[in-house]
């Protein structure tokens, strides 16, 4: 099963406003990704936040890791179109250093 | 810098054949991972080389497999295609896996479509 799962599966919101999506996951990470993918391409890496840290800024996008719950969560401030994209958190863990994907958040931002 | 490459972009073949898709990391990535997308599906492992060495193995069928060159490029051969294997695969690139903070860098894919 998947390590991590994304909440919700799809938003919908207007040009401007916030995004934010969860991701909870199983066990125990070394540290937790990011990624955003475009209609039919390649994942992009958005931002890596270690098991130690707890909050993470990039530009518009802030990442927050509780590990006594197990989750994390992606803010998108201040959203325009071109973000629109599906968004998955990765894990990585374990001492093979694997690395999980969970389903996606599908994000669209109406103009 | 050059990305992670795929090839081809396209690829539609019938069930039971065979079929390879190939991937350049990026210059200095000695990790390659594949993966499995499944339309409106989220990204499913399937293997990690590094130098040269499969790392480890997702919950797939012997009639996925791979290999890694000298060069870290690396190919993934499906053999006896079967419908549900029509996805779009992705390679992805890192520094060495044991470094667990990099992250990985992706490829566009190879679509592959089974008639």
């Known amino acids: 099963s998947q390590q991590g799962e994304e909440d919700p599966q799809a938003l919908s919101i207007q040009e401007g406003e916030n995004a934010t999506m969860n991701c909870s996951y199983k066990t125990s990470i070394n540290n937790l990704q990011w990624y955003r993918q475009n209609s039919g391409r390649g994942l992009v890496h958005l931002i890596l936040?270690?098991?130690?840290?707890r909050e993470k800024h990039s530009g518009r996008l802030r990442v927050t890791l509780d590990t006594s719950k197990k989750s994390s969560s992606l803010l998108i401030t201040a959203s325009r179109a071109a973000d629109t994209a599906s968004y998955f958190c990765?894990?990585?863990?374990?001492?093979?250093?694997?690395?999980?994907f969970g389903i996606g958040t599908k994000l669209q931002v109406i103009p | 810098e050059a990305g992670v490459t795929q090839s081809p972009t396209h690829l539609i073949k019938t069930r039971g054949q065979q079929v390879t898709l190939r991937c350049s990391p990026i210059s200095g990535h000695t990790s390659v991972y594949w993966y499995q997308q499944a339309l409106g599906l989220g990204l499913q492992f399937l293997l990690w080389y590094d130098e040269g060495e499969e790392r480890n193995r997702g919950n797939f069928p012997p009639r996925f497999s791979g290999r890694q060159f000298p060069n870290y490029s690396s190919e993934l051969n499906v053999n006896a295609l079967e419908l549900e294997d029509s996805a779009l695969y992705l390679c992805a690139s890192s520094f060495a896996g044991t470094r667990s903070n990099q992250p990985q860098h992706f490829g566009d894919g190879t679509r592959l479509s089974i008639l």
């Open positions: 990765a894990t990585r863990y374990g001492g093979y250093q694997k690395v999980t």
């Open positions: 936040i270690r098991s130690n840290e």
